[in-house]
């Protein structure tokens, strides 16, 4: 006989995995055709579901968008706080390249999303993007600014430096497709982004050591 708590444990599940199929299937979307060119009856149709069904999820085309870029968002800043914990500024530059790439290179359409959405001025999402990504930005500009100071790192701007990074490893999630046609490949192989990691991590640290003198 099931008990009570295995009961309640099994639909909670259920509506977990459908929360995240429609994730999933509203993210590829909105990759494709922006938040305007998207309609839930597509997003259920290609589910398998009704239009009804979806908004027992997601009450809105609103709420579901907001939903997917959070979840953007959250898998972004998760594991980004190496600059900030980092002693040695080049291992910590490092690591933050490589998991930049890493999201790029494993979610390009959360990619996509987000920048669809930046690029239009975030209409739907300033709001938490300056409660969100502003500080973070800020406590990672204090991690260069405290290098700075013990005199391991040359000193530049160092929030343009991480639009730098941001734009470099950005684009091998937004331009994935062009570089691997461009190289003449269907699509890009773990040791193209093996090199996109090795070479803006020594451009940006060549710029950043200290010269003797």
Not at 16 to 33: S, T
Not at 104 to 110: A, I, L, N, V
Not at 188 to 206: G, N, S
Request: aromatic share 8%; net charge positive; no cysteine.
């Amino acid at each position: 006989m099931a008990t009570a708590g295995a009961a309640t444990r099994v639909p909670r599940a259920a509506r977990l995995r459908k929360q995240e199929l429609i994730l999933l299937e509203a993210e590829r979307q909105f990759a494709r055709l922006g938040f305007e060119g998207v309609a839930l009856d597509s997003i259920a149709a290609a589910l398998g579901i009704s239009r009804q069904n979806m908004l027992y999820y997601f009450a809105s085309k609103d709420e579901l968008y907001r939903a997917v870029l959070d979840g953007v968002l959250a898998s972004w800043l998760e594991g980004m706080d190496v600059l900030a914990k980092g002693a040695d500024p080049e291992a910590a530059i490092s690591g933050y390249i490589r998991a930049k790439l890493r999201y790029s290179q494993e979610r390009p359409s959360g990619s996509a999303v987000f920048t669809r959405e930046v690029m239009a001025g975030a209409p739907r999402y300033a709001q938490t993007l300056a409660h969100s990504v502003l500080p973070r930005l800020r406590s990672d500009v204090r991690a260069f600014e405290k290098w700075a100071r013990q005199g391991l790192i040359e000193r530049v701007n160092f929030t343009h430096l991480m639009f730098v990074i941001w734009s470099a490893t950005q684009a091998y999630a937004d331009l994935a497709p062009q570089f691997a046609l461009l190289i003449g490949k269907p699509r890009l192989a773990e040791r193209d982004f093996a090199a996109a990691h090795a070479l803006p991590t020594e451009l940006v640290l060549a710029r950043l050591r200290k010269t003797p003198g």
